[in-house]
T-cell receptor, first 108, second 116 residues
Framework: RKEVEQDPGPFNVPEGATVAFNCTYS??????FFWYRQDCRKEPKLLMS???SGNEDGRFTAQLNRASQYISLLIRDSKLSDSATYLC?????????FGKGTRLSVIA | DGGITQSPKYLFRKEGQNVTLSCEQN?????MYWYRQDPGQGLRLIYY???????QKGDIAEGYSVSREKKESFPLTVTSAQKNPTAFYLC???????????????FGDGTRLSIL
């Protein structure tokens, strides 16, 4: 089983839609979880950390389910500018393991 | 402004040539990392360093070498032993790695390496 798995997408959604991504991880001892955003041909940028109690930042909500070993990212009221690849990141045996990402395209 | 600077932005390598990618940070971060990203793929860890004069191999260290003589700098050399070096190389830094808990990493804007 891969350390971090994500649905590669693409997810094509209309503006204003709500979209959710899930990510599963294999290391039950992982304690640090993040979502990054990567635009085409750019570096990844930290979107938000994921806390045990779940956390929200504007239109973005992140949740952690330790029992099932997955984290999720919910984007409400999608904007064209949300189009990007979203990377799930978890700490493993080596520093931070990055998923391959889920591509989101928001369509006008 | 604090940040991570990678140079050059684009680099071309001839067969059999070693090239060095620069990474400098002024965030006062202890830990630094090098990743490789191939088109449509995730990030793969090449090397990382938690402290000056110390570094560890990542998942794909073969054909690469690093040094960490200063806290601010973590150059990566792509040697002629790396047979498929064409990729997007990303340098990152973070606060110190903790016991079981890691800080988020901050990235430079990358170097694209191509073979001539």
């Amino acid at each position: 089983r891969k350390e971090v798995e994500q649905d590669p997408g693409p997810f094509n959604v209309p503006e204003g839609a709500t979209v959710a991504f899930n990510c599963t991880y294999s290391n039950s001892a992982s304690q640090s979880f993040f979502w990054y955003r990567q635009d085409c041909r750019k570096e990844p940028k930290l979107l938000m950390s994921v806390y045990s109690s779940g956390n929200e930042d504007g239109r973005f909500t992140a949740q952690l389910n330790r029992a099932s070993q997955y984290i999720s990212l919910l984007i409400r009221d999608s904007k064209l500018s949300d189009s990007a690849t979203y990377l799930c990141v978890v700490n493993g045996d080596t520093p931070l393991v990055f998923g391959k990402g889920t591509r989101l395209s928001v369509i006008a | 402004d604090g940040g991570i600077t990678q140079s050059p932005k684009y680099l071309f390598r001839k067969e059999g040539q070693n090239v060095t990618l620069s990474c400098e940070q002024n965030l006062n971060h202890d830990a630094m990392y090098w990743y490789r990203q191939d088109p449509g793929q995730g990030l793969r860890l090449i090397y990382y360093s938690q402290i000056v004069n110390d570094f560890q191999k990542g998942d794909i260290a073969e054909g690469y070498s690093v040094s960490r003589e200063k806290k601010e700098s973590f150059p990566l050399t792509v040697t002629s032993a790396q047979k498929n070096p064409t990729a997007f190389y990303l340098c990152a830094s973070s606060k110190p790695l903790g016991q079981g808990r890691n800080q988020p990493q901050h990235f430079g804007d990358g170097t694209r390496l191509s073979i001539l």
